[in-house]
C-alpha cells in the first residue's frame, strides 16, 4: 500500500525534479513527513509568495517547470501573487497546496480557502483532487500543461485526506491525454510562405522580440536568423537578452520606458516581424506607434495572442523552433537592402549615452551599463520593480546570459526570491539581483534563505529613500506632490546584511561601487552593496 | 452582434464557473447560457448567446479554446441553425378574458398547461424572436411571471458540433 503523500513525493521524482520551494503547515503535513525521506531538496522560503518567484527563476534558468509548495488557507492564498506573477509572464510551473478534508470543503472550517476559486484567472489549469488514485494522472497532466504551447502555472490543490488515504500501488502514466489540450506547434506552411513574400517585399524590415523565444530556448537559432538576414532587432522587457546588447543588429527595448531609438525603428520599419511577444500597453503604448502601412507578422504559440493588440496580416501560430526552422529554410540568401542596413547603424551609436553624474551619489545607469563586463559572460541580472527595473532593462550589457525580471505584472520583491531560484537552477553563474529601497523591503525576508543556503547571490540596493519610480510619476502628472512615496524609518541596510551575516558595504559614487564588486566577483559568499542614488534621477 | 457559440466541454467540476469567469473578467455579456449532457458520454455542450462586435467574438473563441477542459468552440452562421428557447409565462386572466387569451396562445401554437382561478400557465418552445412576440401579445393582461431557458441552438443539415 502506498499514501497519497508518498505518491505527490513519487510523481515529483517522475517528472525529475530535484528541488521545490515552499512552506509547510497542517494541511500539507503528510507531503512534508515524505518529502524529508526523498532525494528531492526542499527549499524553506520565509513568504509563500517567494516560493512562487524562487520557482519562477528556477524555471527560467532550467527550462523545466518550478514547483513550489504551501498550506491551505493563508499558505495558499500569500502565493496567489506569486502565480499571477508567474502566469503573466508566462512561466512553467507546478504549484501545490494542502487542502482542508474533503468532507470538510465548503464548511468554513479553520485555514479552508477556495484556492482553486480564488486562482481561477491566474492560472493555466488548476485541479483540487477529489481522489488519491488520481494523483499520478494529475500530476502527469500539470507538467505537461505547464511545460507546453504557452507556459504557465498550474495549480493543484491536494485535501490531506487524499494525502493520508492509500491505495494499491504507485504507477507512473507514460503519457497524457487531455481532448481538450492539443497546443499547435508548427507553423503553417502557407502563412509562412506568405512571410518570407513579405520580408523579401520590405525595405525596413524589424523583428520585435518577446519572451517567447527565451522560453522556447532558441536564442541561438533566433540570432542566426538575425545575423544571417541582417534584420534590425527590438524587443520588449521580457526579451531583453534575445541577442547581445552590444549586438550591432541590436537596438534595445521598445516602448514606453524603452529606447528611443527601439520606438523610432518601430515607427520607420515598413515589416515588422513580432516573435513571441504580446505586446502590452507598455510595450506599444498606442498601435499608431506603427504605421498604418505597417506589415504585421506575428509568431506567436498562443493563438490568443495574435491580432489581440496589434492589427496582424499574417499570423503564423506555431513553436517558435519550429516556425524560425521553417523561416530560415525559405528565406534564401535574402538580407536587408543597405540603405536600412546603415540607418540601423547610426542609430545603434546613439543606444547607450552616458548619463550626467550627480556628487556624492552613485549613478545607477552608468553602475548597471559597467556592470556586466565586471562579472563572467553567462551572469544572470534578476531586476526588481521600479526605476531600478527600467535603469537596468535600459542599460545592463547583456552577452550570454540572462536578464530576469517580471515584465506582464511588474510585482514588486521579486528579485531577491527569483534570484535565489536562478541560483538552484544555475549554481554555475553569477546571479546578481537589482532592486530599489522599496522593493527589498518586499524580498527581504529572503536573505534568511540565502544566508541558510549559502547561495553565491550579490545584491544591489538603489536607495533613493523614495518609490522612485512613483515618485516620478507624481512629478509627471500630480504637480509634484509626493503622496506616501517618500521611504521614512527605513532601517540601516548594512546593520539588516549584519543581522543575517551577509557581507555588505555602502557606495555614494560610481567609483566606490565599481571597486566594491570589483573585489566580491570571484568571493563565493552573498554580498549586498547599497548604492546611494541621487532622488531625481530619472528612470530613462 | 450578436451572436451564439456552441461549445463542447468535459464535465468536470468548475468548468461552467471558467466558462462564465472568463465572460465576466474580459467584460463580454452573456444574453443567455445553457448547459446540458450530450450524446458522448463526459461531455456536455454549453450554448451561449452574446453580443460583441468582431473583434470581441473572435477574442472569445480563442480565450475559450484555451481552457483545458474546452474540448470545441463553434460560432454558429446566422441563419443556419436552428434554435430554441423554453417558456413558462403565467398570465392574469379575468374570466372575461380567458378566450381570448386562449385564442392568442392557439396563435402562437403555444400550450396552455395550467388553469387556476385567476391565470392561467403558457408553454412555448421556439426561437427567442417568437418567444419575445408571444411575451409582447400577452403582456396587455398583466403577466405574473416568466421562467425562460437559455437558447439550444444545432446547426441545419447535416453539419454537427460533436467530439
Ligand atoms: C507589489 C507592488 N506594489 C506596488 C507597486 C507599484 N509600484 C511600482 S514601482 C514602485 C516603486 C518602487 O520603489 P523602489 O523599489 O524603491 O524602486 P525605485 O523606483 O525607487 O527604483 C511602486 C510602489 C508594484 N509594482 N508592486
Ligand atoms: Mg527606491
Not at chain 1, 176 to 202: E, W
Not at chain 1, 455 to 477: A, F, T, W
Request: charge should be neutral; proline fraction near 4%.
Amino acid at each position: 500500500m502506498i499514501s497519497g503523500a508518498e505518491i505527490m513525493v513519487k510523481c515529483l521524482e517522475a517528472e525529475g525534479v530535484s528541488v521545490v520551494f515552499g512552506y509547510p503547515g497542517a494541511a500539507i503535513c503528510p507531503f512534508y513527513d515524505k518529502i524529508y525521506d526523498s532525494d528531492i531538496k526542499h527549499i524553506l522560503v520565509r513568504q509563500e509568495q517567494n516560493a512562487a518567484h524562487a520557482a519562477s527563476g528556477y524555471a527560467r534558468c532550467s527550462g523545466k517547470p518550478g514547483v513550489c509548495v504551501a498550506t491551505s488557507g493563508p499558505g495558499a492564498t500569500n502565493l496567489i501573487t506569486g502565480i499571477a506573477t508567474a502566469y503573466t509572464d508566462s512561466i512553467p510551473m507546478v504549484a501545490i497546496t494542502g487542502q482542508v478534508r474533503s468532507d470538510l470543503l465548503g464548511r468554513d472550517v479553520f485555514q479552508e480557502a477556495d484556492i482553486t476559486g480564488a486562482c481561477e484567472p491566474f492560472v493555466k489549469h488548476s485541479y483540487l483532487v477529489s481522489k488519491t488514485e488520481d494523483l499520478p494522472r494529475v500530476f502527469k497532466e500539470a507538467f505537461h500543461i505547464a511545460s507546453t504551447g504557452r507556459q504557465g502555472p498550474v495549480l493543484i490543490d491536494i485535501p490531506m485526506d487524499i494525502q493520508t488515504n492509500e491505495i494499491e500501488e504507485f504507477v507512473y502514466p507514460d503519457s497524457v491525454n487531455i481532448i481538450g489540450y492539443k497546443p499547435n506547434t508548427k507553423g503553417h506552411a502557407i502563412q509562412v510562405k506568405r512571410a518570407i513574400d513579405a520580408i523579401k517585399l520590405s525595405k525596413r524590415p524589424l523583428i520585435v522580440s518577446g519572451g517567447g523565444v527565451l522560453s522556447s530556448g532558441v536564442k541561438l537559432q533566433f540570432q542566426d536568423f538575425a545575423l544571417k538576414t541582417r534584420i534590425p532587432v527590438i524587443s520588449t522587457m521580457m526579451g531583453i537578452g534575445v541577442m547581445p546588447s552590444e549586438n550591432e543588429l541590436y537596438l534595445g527595448m521598445l516602448g514606453t520606458h524603452g529606447k528611443a531609438v527601439a520606438n523610432r525603428a518601430l515607427h520607420e520599419a515598413d515589416l515588422v516581424i513580432v516573435c513571441g511577444a504580446r505586446l502590452g500597453d507598455r510595450a506599444v503604448a498606442a498601435p499608431h506607434q506603427m504605421s498604418e502601412n505597417t506589415t504585421v507578422i506575428h509568431i506567436d504559440i498562443d493563438p490568443a495572442e495574435i491580432g489581440k493588440n496589434v492589427k496582424t496580416e499574417i499570423p503564423i501560430v506555431g513553436d517558435m523552433r519550429n516556425v524560425l526552422d521553417m523561416l530560415v529554410e525559405n528565406i534564401g540568401d535574402y538580407t536587408v537592402p543597405e540603405q536600412w542596413q546603415e540607418t540601423v547603424k547610426t542609430w545603434k551609436k546613439d543606444l547607450f549615452k552616458t548619463p550626467p553624474v550627480f556628487d556624492g551619489y552613485v549613478e545607477p545607469r552608468t553602475l548597471v551599463g559597467h556592470l556586466s563586463a565586471m562579472f563572467r559572460s553567462k551572469a544572470i541580472l534578476v531586476a526588481d520593480v521600479g526605476q531600478n527595473q527600467i535603469w537596468c532593462a535600459n542599460n545592463f550589457r547583456i552577452r550570454e546570459g540572462r536578464f530576469l525580471t517580471t515584465g506582464g505584472m511588474g510585482t514588486m520583491g521579486y528579485s531577491i526570491p527569483a534570484a535565489v531560484g536562478a541560483k538552484f537552477a544555475r549554481p554555475d553563474r553569477d546571479v546578481i539581483a537589482i532592486c530599489g529601497d522599496g522593493s527589498f523591503q518586499m524580498g527581504m525576508n529572503e536573505l534568511a534563505t540565502i544566508a541558510g543556503n549559502k547561495l553565491n547571490i550579490k545584491i544591489i540596493i538603489m536607495r533613493n529613500s523614495r518609490l522612485g519610480m512613483v515618485r516620478e510619476l507624481q512629478d509627471k502628472n500630480y504637480n509634484g506632490r509626493h503622496s506616501a512615496t517618500i521611504l521614512q524609518g527605513d532601517p540601516d541596510f548594512l546593520t539588516i546584511a549584519e543581522a543575517y551575516g551577509i557581507d555588505c558595504a555602502e557606495a555614494s559614487s560610481n567609483e566606490d561601487a565599481e571597486n566594491i564588486i570589483k573585489g566580491i566577483v570571484d568571493s563565493d559568499k552573498p554580498f549586498i552593496l547599497v548604492c546611494n542614488v541621487y532622488p531625481d534621477t530619472p528612470s530613462i | 452582434m450578436q451572436y451564439t457559440l456552441s461549445i463542447l466541454v468535459e464535465n468536470q467540476a468548475g468548468v461552467l464557473s471558467k466558462i462564465s469567469g472568463l465572460f465576466s473578467r474580459r467584460g463580454f455579456n452573456i444574453d443567455s447560457l445553457a448547459v446540458g449532457v450530450t450524446n458522448t458520454p463526459g461531455v456536455s455542450r454549453i450554448t451561449i448567446v452574446a453580443n460583441g462586435d468582431e473583434y470581441v467574438v473572435e477574442q472569445l473563441e480563442k480565450q475559450l479554446n484555451k481552457l483545458i477542459p474546452v474540448i470545441k468552440v463553434k460560432r454558429l452562421n446566422n441563419d443556419e441553425f436552428i434554435s430554441r428557447e423554453l417558456i413558462l409565462i403565467k398570465v392574469h386572466c379575468a374570466a372575461a378574458k380567458r378566450a381570448e387569451i386562449i385564442k392568442t396562445a392557439e396563435i402562437m401554437q403555444a400550450k396552455i398547461v395550467d388553469v387556476a382561478s385567476s391565470c392561467v400557465t403558457i408553454e412555448y418552445c421556439e426561437c427567442a424572436n417568437r418567444v419575445n412576440t408571444l411575451i409582447d401579445l400577452l403582456k396587455p393582461y398583466g403577466i405574473r411571471e416568466i421562467v425562460r431557458t437559455g437558447t439550444v441552438a444545432i446547426d441545419r443539415g447535416t453539419a454537427s458540433v460533436s467530439v
